[in-house]
């Protein structure tokens, strides 16, 4: 499992790396959207400690009117800050706060430290020993303290500016940041849906035995859409979440060595709590990705098959089926639904709730052995809020994740699944002389379904497989196509293996009509076209002619244009193989397959049908699967199967002078249609 995960990272990587360039720049903009973001709290901390609180610096008497000085009744006062070295100071005072108001105390070595209260032009400092000392002060006025703040409002006005600045420029610099992602992402999503998509056109037919057709759907939409949020929300997230703590704890120790050491114990306990998510939601996902495709391919099944369900009156019984698959379905997303509550970001906001009450706990009685200023203390709360959003986008996108993971493992192991390459080339047209030497086929290993069978047909002759259901008429012909490889024996056509061929040039010049004809969705003409451009509009029309349908289908409002709905459900069953009819032979196939192709038409459709075959036969093999034997009587060679077993040969005449199976079945029809008569 663990290498399976490894290999499905690396190809993830591997898609990203299609669009490194966008990707890269795109990171590098995050990482200076997080440089510049993590500037903002030593601005606010130096607007706080140097130009708020720092008014309660020492100010030193100066004896003229200068830049950063104050005037105050008779004299003039500088802060500490602003002096030049070497510059002579005056007297020491201070400007202190108590409450809400702001005291002038004309004394030096003031403690910082110590309950503040002033009373009767005394200003008191009580030390925690109880210990108190007295100092002469004056209480300030409002725009006494105004002078006093008023130096600093210009460098107060140029931080917020560059405060501002910086938020503009991150976002500036967010902004490009997750468009450049996104838009990668869903390059890389559509470049993943093409190449899931493609190889299921390369994909053998049996692969498609044993996956139902929504589940199928289900791996090419919901699940690249889910492996699309891996790269739009979880990497991003967990890359700028990684970014963003890395950075922070960084400027945490260059704003206090102590603080970022309480602040390090969330990394362990992020990748604990990553560790024990990811245990319980692989299991639940695994569940639930699987349990979708179920419930895709069930109702893609009952809309296939809502006329049988209907006439049958099994409504009930479906629904029961589909209510288990929805219930358990439920019950895994509630499973994993509370898990994601549990581990929510609720928990991050209980961690963080108890790191800021310790360490203002810490702080009110100095146990970290230090002086810390207000101006640290909101500096490491604000980084600490911000290490919490990373640290919640990181655990909001763990469901993702294990989504994306699951989703991801599902699209390849369809990828990995062996399939024919694509061929754009070419082959001559062969003549269509078809051997079958001792041939032996099983869809499942020990049950053979065909034994032994040999026959040959030469170009123009026209083949007929009759048999009873289960003989393995359409086996024969599903090994003819290749849609399945024989085990033992060999088909041939004009002396050359069909397993030397390729796939695609091989079925280049065969042409095929089922019994149950497969429209696609566009009009008639496409239909019989297929949008190949080597088929013209004359051909198209040549092609319905011969099958005598063209004037038929002219008659519709539309023309050859009428459109054509899925799977031509507006059209009727003999219309349906008439389109079916005209496709195969606007290919121009040396070899042509009929597999009951006659079954769903009416008898006037299929006298027209046979006209035209009498001519289309010509210089082409045919072969021809049919239950109404009066249809093959002018069967070159008539093959007689009885549990994938050839029990007779030979031509109508042939068969009816020897008596046996086909003598019987003969007989059977003919007197079912008498009695009908």
Do not use: C
Request: aromatic share 10%; hydrophobic share 45%.
């Amino acid at each position: 499992m663990t290498a399976i995960m490894v290999s499905n990272s690396k190809r993830l990587l591997q898609y990203a790396m299609n669009y490194k360039k966008p990707i890269i720049l795109a990171l590098v903009l995050l990482l200076l959207a997080v440089g510049v973001e993590l500037v903002g709290p030593f601005i606010a901390k130096r607007m706080i400690d140097t130009n708020i609180m720092g008014i309660e610096k020492p100010w030193y008497e100066t004896k003229q009117n200068e830049k950063y000085a104050v005037a105050y009744k008779d004299g003039w006062y500088k802060r500490e800050d602003h002096w030049s070295a070497g510059e002579e100071k005056g007297r020491e005072v201070r400007v202190l706060q108590s409450g809400k108001s702001y005291y002038f105390v004309d004394a030096p070595g003031i403690p910082n430290r110590g309950k503040r209260t002033f009373d009767n032009g005394q200003f008191s400092v009580e030390r925690e020993d109880g210990s108190k000392q007295l100092f002469p002060a004056a209480k300030l006025t409002k725009g006494d303290t105004y002078e006093f703040y008023k130096p600093e409002f210009r460098s107060i006005l140029m931080l917020a500016i560059s405060y501002i600045g910086l938020l503009l420029i991150g976002a500036v610099l967010a902004y490009w940041q997750k468009l450049l992602l996104q838009v990668s992402a869903n390059r890389i999503v559509r470049k993943m849906r093409n190449d899931v998509f493609r190889h299921i056109q390369r994909l053998p037919v049996q692969y498609f035995d044993n996956l139902p057709a929504g589940k199928v759907v289900a791996r090419v939409t919901n699940d690249t859409e889910a492996i699309r949020e891996l790269y739009v929300s979880v990497l991003a997230n967990f890359f700028s979440g990684i970014v963003y703590i890395t950075a922070i704890i960084g400027a945490l120790f260059l704003l206090d060595t102590k603080l970022a050491l309480i602040a390090l114990p969330f990394v362990p306990i992020l990748y604990a709590w990553i560790v024990i998510y990811r245990k319980f939601a692989a299991k639940y996902n695994h569940v639930i990705r699987t349990r979708l495709s179920d419930i895709n391919g069930m109702i893609n099944e009952s809309i296939q098959g809502m006329p049988i369900i209907q006439a049958f009156r099994k409504e009930k019984e479906t629904m029961v089926e589909f209510h288990e698959m929805n219930d358990e379905y439920f019950k895994y997303q509630t499973k994993l639904l509370t898990l994601n509550s549990v581990t929510s970001h609720n928990l991050v906001n209980v961690l963080r709730s108890a790191l800021f009450v310790a360490v203002i706990w810490l702080f009110a009685g100095d146990m970290l052995g230090t002086a810390v200023t207000v101006g640290v203390l909101y500096a490491f709360i604000d980084y600490m809020n911000r290490m919490m959003s990373p640290i919640v986008g990181i655990v909001n996108q763990l469901s993702n994740l294990e989504v994306a993971r699951v989703s991801a493992e599902r699209v390849f192991s369809l990828l990995n699944e062996p399939g024919v390459e694509v061929s754009d080339n070419r082959m001559t047209r062969y003549k269509g002389n078809v051997s079958f030497e001792d041939v032996s086929f099983a869809y499942k290993p020990g049950e053979d379904v065909l034994k032994n069978i040999t026959f040959h047909a030469k170009q123009g002759e026209t083949v007929a497989l009759v048999g009873h259901t289960g003989s393995g008429k359409s086996s024969i012909l599903n090994l003819l196509f290749r849609f399945y490889d024989i085990e033992r024996g060999a088909i041939s056509i004009d002396g050359l293996n069909i397993s030397d061929i390729p796939k695609q040039q091989l079925r280049q010049h065969m042409g095929i009509v089922l019994q149950d004809p497969f429209l696609f969705t566009g009009t008639i003409a496409t239909n019989v076209s297929l949008d190949d451009p080597s088929i013209s509009r004359g051909k198209v029309e040549q092609a319905l002619r011969d099958v005598g349908a063209y004037d038929m289908f002219m008659q519709l409002p539309g023309g050859l244009d009428e459109p054509v709905i899925e799977k031509g459900s507006t059209l009727s069953a003999g219309q349906r193989q008439l389109i079916s009819f005209a496709r195969a032979l606007a290919f121009d196939p040396a070899i042509l397959i009929l597999d009951e192709a006659t079954a769903s038409i009416d008898t006037e459709t299929e006298a027209i049908i046979q006209g035209a075959l009498d001519v289309l036969k010509r210089g082409r093999t045919t072969f021809v699967i049919a239950h109404r034997l009066s249809t093959i009587r002018a069967a070159d060679q008539i093959l007689v199967l009885d549990r994938g077993q050839i029990t007779e040969r030979g031509n109508h005449d042939e068969l009816m002078e020897q008596g046996g199976k086909y003598f019987a079945m003969y007989q059977l029809q003919l007197g079912v249609a008498e009695s009908v008569a």
